[in-house]
């Protein structure tokens, strides 16, 4: 006999255990006796295997691995101890599971004691079965389960019948030789085999459709005779809980008459005298009643049409909305939730109150009740609910906020009736909870903001006033640096002004304060400040007489550690300091982003897909093109990254604002080409940092690596090879020969896209006259080797832009 | 169906897990971590409902009430009634209290098995077997007897039956 394993007691383990200061320690005892319980094992010693079993199932439960045991398990089941059977029988359920091999070994110590006389061993055996059995088990045993159903003892009955709901889970094949035993057990008067019997007959009715309809015309009447006996039975001392009798088995054949009932106009008909008098009759100041309540409203939910009964439960769960209870209200939410699918106009009666439980205390209850609130807006009642949830967004607390504000942005967006309400609650959830707003919401205000040409004075003005009050709102002030950098001078001069707004007096210098505050802010993330130099060179054209600040507060970034802020800096401080000539044409406005466009790629980006195949790329509009080769250009001239506004369909317009420095008006170019022709009209001027990267092109090799550093750190997958050379193509193609573009008007010359000594890419290009945004792409293929191709296939990278 | 019944007290201690579908070990370690963060951060006078979702896969609910220094927690899924496994708790936790007579946390921690062999007669593959408590210990104690008076079996198998079937 091992030293070891006879020292230790169970009970001194544990207590062992518990003495453990630290985890090491622990881990020190557990160790030493798993070591002492393998000793045993392979002395295969047997006085003390029961107890070595039980030591076990604590060590598992403490989370050790116990694999080692697994063989004892079996070894104790099939001992003729009654103590041994239990412990095995334990150990069998929770230190093995059904994909186990060691599990087949077990099948005939069952098929014994299932047949054993002792009830008790029988009961465990049927235990061990509907806890673990496999599929393998449940064909072997199926019989032996199917007999003990008619057993002398209800106990084993009742265990027998959830057996068989495992049985049949695991091989629906068999619920065939289960149906007449249901009927049977569906006579019993025993409570417990009663219960049982019903939970078989609804989880037959679940895996078998031949099984409902034989229940449906069988028992119905029968059921409803039951809970008719059940509901006006005597007072059953043993099942009362809390005043009720046997709220359980009310329970059950609730369940059941649901899934007969649903679907069935008969069978609903034949339960709604007694579904009926349930919801009027049961007590409802104990958690007893309510269960058999919530449990009538769920059925009456789901059996076939009966208007009566369907505002009898509305109106329960209305009373249990404002009960005091918080897991009474947490159920009627949840059944509320059910209830919407079937009869949306009832829940939206007690909107008010599902409105007030969205304030609750209880996190589970607001969160569910939030949920509910979403699946109950639509146009007519959008704004007064809308109004409810956001200034309740001012009060609530910090874990809910990011919940709350994801879901008002998503109803603002999905339901707003117009836009100006759209911009209003946009800049209330700014101002108050901006920290939780998600990049695309903002991003799509910026869009929508843009597009809203009427309302641009007017969301710049709200902007200014918002972020007087609330300035520690990241995202609102983004938005806000934004609008001032774009629409500054309608904030200082009033325009457009709206019958509803207030006029108010902002000098040039108060809009520069703004968005000087903002740039000195460190608490504020880098790309909010890179937004606020781009702002100010906007505001240094605008308002020239805030020119000489702006530059200086500009230059104070030229030492700047943070080398995004850094190079701004410099570029934007020689632009205001050398170019003033071309200075007003650089930051002319944005151009408007096209909502479809930019909702579409919304879309597009979050089902994830960068297609990569020709297909794709020949599909697109020119614009979609324009932007996957001049993305990374206008990120290093111009934008952060995450810029609001990413070059759209107008990609061509938007290289024309950074680069054209000639032309005086940016509407009259649609053209890539010729902007970027423009730009070499005049000649270049040296030592600018910003026409040096423009000026790639007069040297192969930098722009090469240049642009293929860009592009590789824009295209997140690994075929960045593509984009490289043919951004090179664009550019050098023109780049000799500035002059000849400027006379064939608008037309590109073809591309030669790629040139090895196997394969030649042309791409020939042509607009549409009817949609000039619009170019059309055509892809030549030319085979020079001798070898004949088969399952080509072109890859177009096109760089994801964050919008 | 019911996913699982774990007591754990207060300091996020198992004292008794029953997963009625598989976990692995370090997985179920995992899960309880998981449900004490939860528990501990939730406040008095709140429901006893949380979602579990994110662990148990969708509609599935979380039940817990604590007695003493103990947390119960139920696990289910949206085939059982979230009030009648509130009063199912009721009745374990009931039927511990007569089967130890005042039940503490030591009770528990020292007789495990002893609770397992009680939750086996409460539920079984995670359907609810029985709701009286009485009829709970009375199976229970019969199980007891039998374990006591080993010879018992042999000798007199219909004598015990006709005992329980009392």
């Given at each position: 006999m091992n030293p070891f394993s006879s020292g230790t007691r169970l009970r001194d383990m544990i207590r062992a255990i518990r003495a453990c200061k630290t985890a090491a320690e622990e881990r020190a005892v557990i160790r030493k006796e798993c070591a002492s319980i393998r000793a045993a094992i392979s002395d295969n010693d047997q006085t003390f295997r029961h107890r070595n079993l039980a030591k076990l199932m604590f060590i598992h439960m403490l989370g050790y691995p116990t694999h080692f045991g697994q063989m004892e398990c079996l070894k104790l089941i099939a001992a003729p101890g009654f103590a041994e059977k239990r412990i095995g029988y334990l150990g069998l359920m929770l230190l093995l599971d059904e994909r186990q091999e060691v599990l087949m070994l077990v099948t005939n110590s069952l098929k014994q004691d299932l047949n054993q006389n002792n009830q008790h061993i029988v009961g465990l055996a049927l235990c061990a079965l509907g806890n673990i059995c496999s599929a393998d088990m449940a064909r072997d045993l199926a019989p032996e389960v199917e007999k003990l159903?008619?057993?002398?003892d209800p106990n084993i009955r009742k265990k027998a019948a959830l057996c068989s709901i495992r049985i049949i889970k695991k091989v629906p094949d068999l619920a065939d030789n289960f149906v007449d035993p249901v009927v049977s057990l569906l006579k019993e008067k025993h409570h417990g085999v009663l219960l049982t019997g019903i939970q078989l007959c609804t989880d037959l009715c679940k895996v078998n459709e031949e099984a409902l309809e034989y229940f449906r015309k069988k028992c119905t009447e029968g059921l409803v005779r039951s809970l008719k006996d059940v509901v006006n039975s005597p007072y059953v001392p043993e099942y009362d809980i809390s005043g009720i009798a046997d709220p359980f088995l009310h329970i059950r054949l609730l369940r059941v008459l649901r899934i007969l009932g649903h679907g069935d106009a008969d069978a609903s008909d034949c339960m709604s005298d007694i579904l009926a008098q349930v919801a009027t009759k049961t007590e409802s100041h104990k958690n007893a009643g309510n269960a058999i309540l919530y449990e009538c409203v769920g059925t009456i939910m789901s059996v076939e049409d009966n208007g009566g009964l369907r505002v009898l439960a509305i109106n329960i769960l209305g009373r249990f909305l404002s009960n005091r209870d918080n897991n009474i209200r947490y159920v009627a939410l949840n059944m509320l939730m059910k209830a919407i699918a079937v009869d949306a106009q009832a829940v939206q009666r007690h909107r008010a109150t599902i409105l007030e439980c969205v304030k609750d205390l209880d996190a589970s209850i607001r969160k569910r009740a939030l949920e509910l609130v979403y699946l109950l807006v639509n146009e007519s009642n959008v704004k007064p609910l809308m109004k409810e949830l956001v200034d309740y967004l001012e009060v609530s607390d910090q874990g809910f906020k990011g919940d709350l504000t994801a879901k008002i942005c998503s109803i603002v967006e999905k339901f707003s009736p117009d836009k100006i309400w759209y911009i209003d609650q946009m800049l209330k959830v700014l101002s108050e909870a901006g920290n939780f707003v998600k990049a695309s919401v903002w991003h799509a205000l910026v869009v929508v903001i843009t597009n809203a040409s009427n309302l641009q004075g007017y969301s710049v003005r709200s902007l200014y006033r918002a972020i007087q009050i609330s300035r520690d709102q990241e995202t609102l002030i983004r938005v806000a640096v934004w609008c001032i950098g774009e629409y500054g001078d309608m904030l200082v001069n009033n325009i457009e002004m709206l019958d509803i707004e207030e006029p108010i007096t902002v000098t040039e210098s108060d809009a520069v304060d703004v968005v000087e505050i903002a740039i000195k802010?460190?608490?504020?993330?880098l790309t909010t400040r890179a937004m606020c130099l781009i702002a100010l060179l906007k505001l240094s054209s605008r308002f020239p007489s805030c020119s000489q600040r702006i530059k200086e507060i500009i230059a104070q970034y030229k030492g700047s550690l943070l080398l995004e802020l850094q190079q701004r800096s410099v570029e934007f401080n020689s632009i205001i300091g050398k170019h003033k000539n071309i200075r007003s044409a650089l930051v002319e406005r944005m151009p408007v982003l096209d909502e479809a466009t930019y909702n579409g790629r919304r879309a597009r980006s979050a089902s994830a897909a960068v297609s990569t195949s020709l297909e794709f790329a020949s599909n697109l509009s020119n614009g979609v093109i324009a932007r996957t080769d001049v993305a990374p250009l206008v990120d290093l001239l111009d934008?952060?990254?995450?810029?609001?506004?990413?070059?759209?369909?107008?990609g061509g317009n938007f290289l024309l604002d950074l680069i054209?420095?000639?032309?005086?008006?940016?509407?009259s170019q649609s053209d890539v080409l010729l902007d970027l022709l423009s730009a070499w009209s005049p000649p270049p001027q040296k030592g600018s940092p910003t026409t040096d990267i423009i000026l790639l092109n007069q040297d192969d090799k930098p722009s090469v690596n240049a642009l293929d550093i860009l592009s590789s750190s824009m295209?997140?997958?690994?075929?960045?090879k593509p984009t490289g050379p043919y951004m090179m193509d664009l550019l050098d193609v023109f780049g000799p020969n500035p002059a000849t573009p400027e006379e064939s008007g608008p037309t590109f010359p073809p591309i030669v896209a790629y040139e090895s000594s196997a394969l030649t890419i042309i791409f020939n290009f042509s607009k549409r006259p009817e949609n000039p945004q619009m170019t059309d792409i055509e892809a030549m293929f030319t085979n020079k080797s001798s070898d004949v191709y088969t399952d080509f296939v072109f890859q177009a990278a096109v760089p994801k832009v964050n919008a | 169906m019911i996913r699982a019944v774990i007591v754990m007290n207060d300091q996020g201690k198992p004292r008794l897990v029953k997963f009625y579908e598989h976990q692995p070990v370090e997985k179920q370690q995992e899960i309880i971590r998981s449900i004490y963060g939860v528990l501990c951060s939730r406040a008095e006078n709140v429901s006893n409902f949380v979602q579990a979702d994110s662990t148990f896969g969708p509609d599935t609910r979380l039940v817990y009430k604590t007695f003493a220094t103990l947390y119960f927690i139920v696990i289910f899924d949206d085939s059982e009634n979230e009030l009648a496994i509130l009063d199912l708790m009721q009745v374990f936790v009931e039927t511990l209290d007569k089967c130890f007579s005042n039940v503490c946390e030591l009770d528990i921690v020292f007789n495990f098995n002893k609770v397992h062999t009680i939750l086996d007669e409460i539920i079984l593959g995670g359907q609810?077997?029985?709701?009286?408590s009485s009829e709970v210990v009375k199976a229970v104690d019969g199980i007891s007897w039998l374990e006591k008076n080993p010879n018992s079996i042999i000798r007199v198998p219909k004598s015990i039956s006709g005992w329980q079937g009392r």
């Open positions: 159903l008619q057993f002398r802010n460190h608490s504020l993330n934008m952060g990254a995450d810029e609001p506004v990413p070059p759209c369909s107008s054209d420095v000639d032309m005086p008006s940016s509407s295209v997140p997958s690994g075929e960045a | 609810v077997i029985e709701m009286s």
